[in-house]
């Protein structure tokens, strides 16, 4: 068996905040499912869903500093509107712009719950 990543969570402070960002940001969509305050995440459409996702409630405060988790790369078609949107829909770009040859252009950012992603425009080329 591969050791693929499965399934990932979100975790927020302000649920509806985060929803709306990755809404507006990705058009990701979320049901509500389980417990309390925790929703499933579809990333794509029916015909292409993507990783399996959630979102939850944080249990504790995020570190002032440093990684506290997995950095999970987002798929995007255009880098520079995925920017435009992340900061428009109130995240933060940590780490601008970088090409790394022979894959794409990356980025990391913060989303509104100060979780630390990133995400790449695949070079198609490759």
Not at 2 to 19: M, T, W, Y
Not at 31 to 53: L, S
Not at 90 to 119: C, M, Q, W, Y
């Amino acid at each position: 068996m591969p050791n693929n990543i499965s399934h990932f969570n979100v975790e927020a402070d302000d649920l509806a905040r985060a929803r709306r960002f990755y809404e507006r940001v990705f058009g990701w969509q979320f049901r509500a499912w389980g417990p309390p305050d925790f929703f499933m995440i579809q990333t794509g459409p029916d015909a292409e869903p993507g990783i399996h996702g959630s979102l939850s409630r944080r249990d504790e405060p995020v570190p002032k500093e440093g990684m506290n988790g997995f950095e999970c790369t987002i798929s995007v078609d255009d880098i520079d509107a995925t920017v435009a949107a992340i900061e428009k829909n109130g995240g933060a770009i940590v780490l601008p712009k970088s090409v790394i040859h022979g894959v794409g252009t990356h980025i990391r950012f913060l989303d509104t719950e100060g979780n630390t992603l990133a995400a790449m425009q695949y070079d198609t080329a490759v």
